[in-house]
């Protein structure tokens, strides 16, 4: 770091006050013969200060002391240089002088610039630096004074690589594995800062080239030299800067924690690359063993003793006692021993550069911090003669830097290693060094070409050593670099065969600590996490025996709780057991299990070992690499004997039994920390069966958060057991929910598997992509599907839109442990069905050329992709190819690819057939596939032979190439990343699904059922705006109709028709615009990226439909409301027509009697005015015409409409219907009969054994329909309108629509044509007595006498010639305007509270609705409830939605808002109409009221006999009448709002125009379908859904099913029967036969998928439980056998499995 200097202030200089003061001394000098300026005009330079003598007036010239710089600042400082600034000082100054000293050496520079560079200083020294001023004369000033310390070579470098933050804290494995830009791009190193990460991203990739370190710089890349320019040629390319390899590794391994060192030589071993052995640090001379690091290196070989055995040595390298022989050099020597180790250790066809030399790139740069390190490789022989460079193992060590300056490595080596070879140039005669190691055999190894080589000295040395000829090698002119390294080879042959000196590295460990080297395992947290480790394994003897009795909870118990999971899904084994009993049977024994596992104790080892990973961090951390090595060592020895009694029992084919039983062992005799998390899981699962208050339940709950925060840590978990195949999905759940709350609550993830056939290298292909390491070790594979987290960094984070990447290892397919199990297939559907399910990319690897298997693997790969596809979800996929090397190989297999999307195609077809989907399907159909694209060929592994082979560049390269890919494919996904709920339940929902033979329909998913609410609550929003403006619309269309004819109409047209055709036009365009609007919501909508709205694509295509259905319906509804009004109103315009002219004709009699009586002029008494108006009257009336209205024959009308509408269904139904009068029909209740003796028969059966068969079934559809009808009858007799054929109509659409939705049974065109006569019969009578009532009601005669008394009173006042206007206001306001107000205000308030009904979830889907309705029924608990939801489904529900109305509304305040709302709405209209009116220039009142009645013809319908009425002898002022009908109106607004508080709800309802019940009911009863089986409504949303489903279905017992031989209720629900192989019968199969299976072949357009959990239908089983008595009473039936479990369901328990069933939690 630069340090500053201190500024020197004033109180370090000299002053001066006077010439004469005796204190100083000043240096007096001549002036010059010029005559000097006068005082005024001289300003003296720096240094010098002018005395003028008082008495001979002559000047004089004192110098002074320059002032010194100030304020030194040191700046980039490195290990050899230092560089300073300072300010410039006040005055004139020369130069500067630079000191530099430090204990006695002295460095002194000038300069004439104010910042200096001191260079070949000595690292790591504190400097003292003075800086002073010189100046003209030669003056110096005092130095000004600072210090500062030069970095040593190991800070200078960190500096460099930017690394100094992470040599305290150092480096983490999570950090280093993180995705960032620098991992997914092909940038160069531009600076020395990139070397570091552009090394460990090579090396995590396993690439070969990751030591080839250097930066390219700008002029590299850009430049173009001249053609010709020698000079520049001949000049050194080596710019300064560039560092060496070992430097940058030697950095890294110093800054790294001990799991990155680990993991870094394992990958350097993996590249053959030589690893550190001994790591020095050059500030501190100390060096480090580095045995924690090298821990994890397996290697693998076959030594000559094994060659015909063909048996191999595989082992921890630590543990391994090789011979070691270690190469170091004495001086400096011409010979580059790195590059002759490298030859030494590489076969002819197989050469490597193990160790960095020289002529490497990069090589020749001085080593910084480097020198000291001792690198360790080994030569692994493969067993082959011709290709062993040595026969046995061996180890070699590289000790890079003179031995005289590194002591301590040597004599390490010494007392190491079984021989040492020493390389010279020239030797000390003495040479100490060598003679006082005694271990170690010594080799000398010179160059005899060298200048300095001296024979003599040599030969010296060599007798005091006692070598001889063989141990002395020398490189003459004669033997070339081949010949020497041969000679070399055998000397080291013949070391290795001979030597008794065999070491591990772990045995190294004390000698390391005898000498004063540290060892990277002495830390304490390593050291206790090793105790820990081997407390737990040094117990282990018999693998198979030590889990049994250390990991009870995994074994046989565990397998058959797997067992009965999956028969409770799949019901294979039922046979004639009841289904209901058999599944609680299975519940009973899985109790037991569980119950069987908490009678177990924990074991000490889990004791130990959830004690340990309980420590802190870094010790946890340790203590599982530690259980992971330790296990993996004692599975090794396991199975290396295993083999060996394997291979001598194959030798006699007559041991079948024995060679069965160790394969047995072979399978079981993994033992890795899986397993010890296995059995923690099964802990916890187990202990979740207690009670929740148990204390042992209770001391487990933490472990979940214990193995979340390893997962966090880089650690996998493991999702699928492989042995027992199977999920612990409450343990995976709980820890993944922990997880959950461990990350940001927003954190999402992305997820990546490989999928494909056993030991291909899927893992490896995983380790090498992503530098994680899943276990590919020997006899380790991988067993089930193990997750993994990699972090996201901020700067990838936005392509990807993600912050974690989950990496899914699974099991091989095809696997021969499996393949001989008759579910070997099964079990890898079952793998590949979850891990594509949960992913977002799969990586398919092929490795093989057996057509036939890799058919079974794509078979199993495309079923699990269709399914996919089937249930919502679009998983991308890769293909890769792996051992393909040709350079041309994609161009080359252009037609291997289209054979393989051939056979895609083809395993697209099988699998549709197998999930009995559309069998002409192609993959392309399933999933984007390109056959280009979507395929990638990858090298082989190792490039050459192992156990030597490095791993080949080009498989590195590939594989980096391929990462690069998926994740550019993953930032492209349309679809939002999920989160870790979201993912958990992806793999609850799948898991539970392959259960099932049956996954497409046994597939329910709480984010698909999310996501699908969420559809249907934004479809109904919008299809609630269209209603509700078309429902405004008509109101507004219908105020026009019935102004029709009159003054308030607007409308220039006279003619009805015309008026009704413009209307439908309109109401066309808003249709039509209503629906383009709902079609583009919906394409909004599934533009969106979140809220997985992806996974209801399928449903689009029903919701556009659905849009298209409601349009039609609302416009075949809003045509017949106009078509009906234009024609009642048609018809009452004749009527008024007639009253108008009487009124008009009264009224003139009444003018010529009061002009009459005024002539008398005789003071009439009020009598003698009656007696005359009375006379008139009845004299006038007799006059008049009054013919009497013609009544129209509705019977005539309905039986027209019934004819039409049975006449689409055939002759035969025209001859039915001519059968009977309709005048007869509907006289006597209804009943279903059939014709027959055998039908007759068994119906009379049915009834005698109380079984309810079709015609009961068809009956009870009979009343049910009756019913509505009758309620519709019923609602347009309350309306008292004309009768309209639209009536009847829709009473027939109803009819047709309820038979249509009935699929229990087939409908007969005899039951139909029945069941329309009787329904129309009783409604043409009714509606016959409408048509009279309104004829009788406007009546013109009654109309007439009906306003005599009002004439009787306008009469008298007129003659009394008293003031109406008063009146006259109160009288057209309270006959006019108060009903046309009132009118409105019941007109509107129907959409309005069904909008307000809306905003409560409830009413947001039919889902919500269903869900509300029976936790209602749960909390009310009561049998008349159930029964009547159960028998009278939909009665139930309209009257449950009326209570729920009357409940939102009864208070009173929210109805009165939207009543006062519309009353201030109308009052305002009126106001307007009123002021408006008072502008025209009217002549008379009747036409101001004109001008009011045709302002308000829009909103309000003013009745005509009223204001005809209200129009006779009217004489009022109109300017009076104005100002009072204003008063009377605001009295009104008053008035109607008081009635409006004081009137209840049900009242109110009574009243609307929109009836809001039946609306909601209509809106959210759906299509109305119902379970063909037990009746179940269907909660699909829109109209035109493509399929029928049921969150919930019932026991059949609630819908009257019984058995035909006890007469007992049947428990079976029909979600656990459709996956049974039980059969079932009815109407619609004609009874025959079929199986529940196979359901969809009758009922097509039903899915009944089996329940989201086993808990799912505790309620309806918790309700038949409980009322079973009553429910047998009341179906006259006997109770059901309740099974077992039913009875121990609770309250609780039924509510929750509502919430689940649903999704409403």
Not at 1340 to 1356: A, G, H
């Amino acid at each position: 770091m630069a340090e500053s200097g201190p500024t020197m202030d004033n109180s370090d200089e000299e002053e001066f006050s006077d010439a004469l003061d005796s204190s100083h001394e000043p240096y007096w000098e001549e002036g010059e013969n010029t005559p000097p300026p006068s005082q005024s005009d001289y300003v003296p330079p720096p240094g010098e200060v002018s005395l003028l003598n008082a008495t001979s007036k002559s000047m004089q010239t004192v110098f002074t002391e320059p002032n010194p710089p100030v304020q030194i600042t040191v700046y980039q400082v490195s290990s050899e240089s230092l560089s300073l600034r300072w300010d410039t000082p006040a005055g004139e100054v020369e130069s500067y002088i630079v000191t530099c000293c430090h204990e006695g050496d002295i460095v002194q520079e000038s300069t004439d610039t104010n910042k200096l560079t001191l260079s070949n200083l000595k690292p790591g020294l504190c400097y003292t630096l003075m800086v002073s001023t010189q100046v003209r004369n030669g003056r110096i000033s005092k130095p000004a004074v600072t210090s500062a310390r030069t970095k040593t070579h190991l800070e200078s470098l960190m500096e460099d690589l930017r690394l100094e933050q992470l040599y305290p804290e150092k480096l983490s494995l999570s950090t280093i594995l993180q995705i960032d830009h620098k991992t997914i791009t092909d940038e160069p190193a531009k600076c020395n800062s990139d070397l570091p990460w552009y090394f460990l991203k090579k090396l995590m990739m396993v690439n070969v080239t990751a030591r080839n370190v250097k930066c390219t710089s700008a002029c590299e890349s850009n430049c173009n030299p001249p053609l010709l320019d020698l000079k520049n040629l001949v000049k050194s390319t080596n710019s300064g800067d560039m560092l060496n390899p070992l430097d940058i590794i030697t950095a890294l391994f110093l800054c790294s924690d001990g799991f990155v060192r680990q993991e870094m030589a394992l990958k350097m071993s993996m590249c053959q690359f030589s690893v550190p052995l001994l790591l020095p640090n050059c500030d501190t001379k100390q060096c480090t063993l580095m045995l924690w690091a090298m821990r994890d290196i397996v290697k693998k070989y076959r030594p000559q003793s094994l060659s015909e055995s063909k048996g191999f040595i595989e082992d921890r390298i630590v543990l391994s006692e090789l011979p070691m022989i270690s190469f170091v050099r004495l001086g400096e020597c011409s010979l580059s021993k790195s590059e002759i180790l490298n030859k030494l250790l590489s076969n002819s066809q197989q050469f490597h550069d193990t160790f960095v030399h020289h002529n490497m790139e990069c090589g020749d740069n001085p080593r910084r911090i480097s020198n000291g390190l001792v690198e360790i490789t080994w030569y692994l022989p493969c067993g082959n003669k011709n290709m062993d460079v040595f026969s046995e193992p061996v180890a070699v060590a590289n000790l890079r830097g003179d031995i005289a300056s590194f002591e301590t490595q040597f004599s390490f080596l010494c007392e190491t290693s079984a021989a040492v070879f020493v390389f010279f140039d020239t030797l000390d005669s003495e040479c100490e060094l060598l003679t006082n190691q005694h271990k170690a055999q010594i080799f000398l190894v010179g160059n005899h070409q060298s200048n300095h080589f001296g024979i003599d000295t040599l030969e010296k040395v060599a007798t005091k050593l006692g070598l001889t000829n063989s141990n002395i090698l020398l490189k003459t002119t004669q033997i070339n670099d081949a010949d020497f390294v041969k000679t070399l080879q055998k000397t080291v042959s013949k070391v290795v065969e001979k030597s008794k000196m065999k070491m591990g590295i772990e045995q190294m460990a004390d000698i390391a600590h005898e000498l004063g080297i540290c060892v990277d395992e002495d830390s304490s947290e390593c050291q206790t996490a090793k105790k820990n480790a081997d407390a737990i394994t040094a117990e282990i003897q018999d693998i198979l025996e030590y889990k049994e009795a250390q990991l009870p909870l995994q074994g046989q118990i565990w397998k058959d709780l797997t067992r009965l999971e999956k028969e409770e899904f799949r019901l294979r084994n039922v046979g004639s057991e009841k289904i209901e009993d058999y599944k609680s049977d299975l519940q009973i024994e899985k109790t037991k299990l569980r119950e069987k596992q908490n009678s177990y104790d924990m074991s000490n080892a889990m004791t130990c070992f959830i004690n340990a990973i309980s420590s802190p961090g870094t010790e946890r951390c340790y203590f599982l690499k530690w259980m992971r090595m330790n296990l993996d060592n004692v599975s090794r020895e396991k199975l290396s004997h295993l083999r060996e009694q394997y291979k001598e029992k194959c030798k006699n084919s007559e041991n079948k039994e024995e060679i069965k039983d160790i394969d047995r062992q072979l399978s079981n005799s993994s033992l890795g920390t899986e397993h010890f998390f296995r059995e923690m899981g099964q802990i916890y699962e187990a202990s979740l069966s207690l009670p929740e208050t148990d204390p042992s339940r209770q001391q487990l709950q933490h472990l979940p958060k214990l193995c979340a925060q390893l997962l966090l840590d880089g650690f996998p978990l493991e999702l699928v057991d492989g042995d027992a195949s199977n999920i612990p999905l409450r343990w995976v759940s709980d820890v993944l929910s922990q997880l959950n709350d461990l990350m940001s609550q927003k954190s999402k993830i992305l997820v990546v598997t490989v999928l494909g056939v056993q030991s291909t290298g899927k893992s490896t292909l995983l380790n090498t992509m992503f530098g994680v390491q899943f276990a590919v070790s020997s006899g380790r594979c991988t067993r089930g599907a193990f997750m993994l987290l990699i972090r996201i960094n901020e700067d990838v984070k936005k392509v990807l839109n993600c912050d974690f990447m989950v990496i899914i290892d699974t099991e091989g397919l095809k696997s021969p442990e499996l393949a001989q199990l008759d579910n070997s297939h099964e079990h890898d559907n079952e793998l590949a069905t979850l891990v594509v399910g949960l992913s977002d990319l799969t990586i398919i690897n092929i490795a093989m050329e057996n057509s036939t298997e890799m058919k079974d693997i794509l078979q199993i790969v495309v079923h699990a992709f269709l399914r996919m596809k089937e249930v919502g979800k679009k998983p991308k996929c890769q293909f890769v190819h792996q051992n393909v090397s040709d350079v041309s190989a994609h161009d080359k297999n252009l037609r291997d690819r289209k054979l393989l999307l051939q056979q895609l195609d083809e395993m697209t077809q099988a699998a549709a057939k197998m999930e009995k989907k559309e069998e002409n399907m192609s993959f392309t159909d399933v999933m984007e596939y390109s056959p280009d694209t979507g395929n990638w060929y990858i090298p082989g592994l190792w490039n050459g032979n192992p156990p030597m082979a490095p791993v080949n560049a080009g498989y590195s390269e590939a594989v980096y190439e391929l990462k690069k890919n998926i994740i550019q494919m993953l930032g492209s996904c349309e679809s939002s990343a999920n989160n870790i709920l979201e993912f958990t339940e992806w793999m609850k929902s799948l898991w539970n699904a392959v259960k099932h033979e049956n996954f497409i329909f046994s597939f329910r998913n709480s984010l698909v059922a999310d996501a699908y609410m969420r559809l249907c609550t934004e479809f109904n929003k919008w299809e609630w705006e269209f209603k509700k403006e078309m429902y405004t619309w008509v109101t507004n269309a219908e105020t026009k109709i019935n102004n029709f004819g009159t003054v308030a109409l607007k409308s220039e047209t006279s003619d009805m028709r015309q008026l009704l055709t413009q209307l439908k036009s309109e109401a066309c365009t808003v249709l039509s615009n209503w629906e383009t609007k709902l079609l583009e919501n919906l394409a909004e909508y599934f533009k969106q990226t979140e809220g997985h709205v992806y996974l209801v694509e399928g449903y689009r295509e029903d919701f556009a439909n659905s849009a298209k259905s409601l349009r039609r319906e609302m416009e075949s509804s809003v045509s017949n409301q106009l078509t009906a009004a234009a024609d009642i109103r048609q018809g009452m315009t004749e009527l008024d027509s007639i009253k108008e002219n009487h009124t008009k004709q009264l009224e003139e009699r009444v003018c010529a009697l009061i002009d009459e009586c005024r002539e008398k002029k005789v003071k009439m008494s009020d009598k003698e005015l009656d007696i005359e108006f009375d006379k008139m009257w009845k004299k006038t009336v007799n006059e008049l015409s009054f013919s009497k209205q013609k009544t129209t024959n509705v019977i005539t009308c309905v039986s027209c409409c019934l004819r039409d509408n049975v006449s689409r269904k055939g002759s035969h139904a025209c001859e039915l219907l001519s059968q009977k009068s309709l005048k007869d029909c509907g006289r006597e209740p209804f009943k279903y009969t059939v014709e027959g003796f055998y039908k007759q028969f068994k119906h009379k059966v049915s009834n005698f054994l109380n079984i309810e068969d079709h015609v009961i079934a068809v009956q009870k559809l009979a009343d049910c329909i009756i019913a509505i009808s009758t309620q519709f009858v019923n609602e347009r007799m309350e309306r008292k309108n004309n009768y309209h054929d639209t009536y009847i109509q829709e009473i027939l659409h109803m009819i047709d629509e309820r038979l249509q939705n009935n699929q229990r049974f087939k409908i007969k065109i005899e039951f139909e044509v029945s069941l329309k006569q009787h329904i129309c019969g009783v409604a043409a009578r009714e509606f016959q007595k409408l048509h009279e009532d309104f004829i009788h009601v406007n009546d013109p005669y009654r109309c007439l006498n009906q306003n005599k008394e009002k004439f009787r009173t306008d009469f008298k006042d007129v003659f009394h010639e008293r003031d109406q206007c008063q009146k006259k206001a109160k009288e057209f306001t309270d006959r006019c305007l108060r009903p046309a107000v009132e009118d409105f205000v019941y007109r509107s308030l129907g959409p309005d509270i069904i909008g307000e009904m809306k905003t409560n979830q409830t009413f947001s889907t039919r889902m919500f609705l269903q869900s509300s309705i029976l936790l209602d029924l749960l909390s009310k608990d009561d049998f008349k409830n159930y029964r009547s939801y159960i028998c009278s489904y939909e009665e139930y529900v309209k009257n449950w939605i009326l209570k729920q109305i009357v409940e939102r509304f009864s208070n009173g305040s929210t109805m009165f808002e939207f009543e006062d709302k519309h009353v201030q709405s109308s009052i305002r209209s009126i106001n307007d109409a009123v002021n408006k009116a008072k502008t025209e220039k009217s002549g008379n009142l009747k036409s101001f009221i004109q001008n009011v009645c045709q302002e308000l013809g829009d909103k309000l319908v003013i009745s005509q006999d009223a204001l005809g009425a209200f129009m006779i002898l009217n004489n009022a002022d109109q300017q009076q009448f104005a100002h009072w009908l204003t008063k009377c109106v605001k009295d009104m607004k008053q008035d109607l709002q008081e009635k409006f508080k004081e009137t209840n709800i049900q009242m109110t309802l009574k009243k609307l125009n929109v009836n809001p019940q039946n609306e909601l009911f209509t809106d959210l009863i759906g299509c109305g379908k119902q379970c063909p089986f037990c009746a179940a409504p269907c909660e699909a949303g829109g109209i035109e859904h493509g399929e029928h489903f049921a969150s919930l279905h019932r026991p059949q017992a609630l819908g009257t099913y019984r058995s035909t031989r006890s007469e007992k209720l049947v428990t079976n629900v029909c979600s656990s029967s459709v996956n049974s192989d039980r059969h079932f019968r009815c109407a619609a199969t004609n009874d025959e036969s079929y199986l529940y299976k196979d359901y969809a072949m009758i009922y097509p357009d039903w899915r009944i998928a089996p329940d989201v959990s086993l808990q799912a239908s505790d309620y309806w089983k918790y309700v038949l439980a409980k009322f079973n008595q009553q429910f047998a009473k009341a179906f006259t039936a006997k109770p059901a056998d309740i099974p077992a479990t039913w009875k121990h369901i609770t309250r609780k328990q039924a509510e929750e499995s509502i919430k689940v069933s649903f999704n409403t939690k």
